[in-house]
């Protein structure tokens, strides 16, 4: 076999000259890397806008990196900043088109964090929030949700009237990803979420804690208007399209609908969460 010799131009540089209108590099040079390439930024957790963003901070919860476009300004982003830099969290800042290809959009209100996202809560972690508010439980089950979005829109409406916790399935369904965080609005940064194996075994585990199921579905004879939220209850909700599992459904001990005036006979279920949530509110009070 023919060996290799110094003047063989095979396994080297060619050595070509620069066609007309190239510009040749000059020694030395290197091409800029971007901040983040398209795999990178989608397996970072990247949560980005200025209201998730300041509920992160704000809730203690850890951030690798704050990153800015340069020309940010305002107050909220004053704050945001002075908060990084109390919690010694790296700020840094770049030019708004890096920020669009980081997040992938350019609704990012010129903020991103690049946050480590948070273990699930244990049951017990739930109970203690209903504790320290001296209320009974308050807690919402879903059944098999998939979309992102929705999970980020129930948690929202769970903080917002007071839920003390949501339990999901810990496979085929969604679980807390930097879109839930984004679709939160923050929320999920203060909503303890609950991932469990076994959602039947779960039933019963709240059931000998003395909670009342109570099951949303579109065939339920009972109104939720007309159902009692009062007491410590856990709210079901099923999945996108199929609704409650049968052996979910058979574990409830109450099943309510949503009165229908229109063509469609259902809601969209982070809607539906909504109105349960804030029903519940309603009868226990204000406080």
């Not at 620069?18 to 020694?27: D, I, S, V, Y």
């Not at 770049?94 to 690049?114: C, R, S, V, Y």
């Amino acid at each position: 076999m023919k060996k290799r010799g110094k003047g063989d131009r095979r396994g080297q540089a060619a050595d070509r000259r620069p066609q007309a209108g190239e510009r040749k590099p000059e020694t030395g040079e290197r091409k800029k890397a971007p901040l983040y390439s398209r795999t990178e930024s989608a397996k970072a957790n990247l949560i980005w806008g200025r209201q998730p963003v300041w509920e992160w901070l704000d809730s203690g919860l850890a951030v690798q990196q704050l990153i800015l476009a340069r020309d940010a300004r305002g107050k909220i982003v004053d704050d945001i900043v002075r908060l990084a830099e109390k919690r010694q969290i790296r700020v840094k800042r770049f030019h708004p088109a890096q920020l669009d290809q980081m997040a992938g959009t350019e609704k990012h209100q010129n903020i991103i964090a690049e946050v480590e996202l948070p273990s699930c809560a244990a049951l017990e972690n739930i109970y203690d929030v209903a504790r320290k508010r001296d209320e009974p439980p308050l807690l919402c089950l879903l059944d098999g949700v998939q979309d992102p979005h929705n999970l980020g829109a129930i948690v929202r409406s769970a903080d917002a009237a007071g839920v003390h916790g949501l339990i999901i399935a810990r496979d085929r369904a969604a679980g807390i990803t930097p879109t839930v965080l984004k679709s939160s609005a923050g929320a999920a940064a203060w909503v303890p979420v609950a991932a469990v194996t076994n959602l039947s075994q779960t039933i019963d585990e709240l059931k000998e804690k003395g909670l009342w199921l109570t099951g949303a579905t579109d065939d339920a004879p009972q109104s939720y208007e007309d159902a009692d939220f009062s007491g410590p209850t856990a709210i079901v909700l099923g999945s996108e399209g199929a609704g409650m599992r049968r052996i979910v459904r058979e574990k409830c001990d109450f099943l309510v609908r949503i009165p229908m005036h229109g063509r469609l006979a259902s809601l969209n279920v982070s809607v539906a969460a909504g109105l349960l949530f804030f029903e519940a509110r309603r009868q226990r009070g204000s406080r």
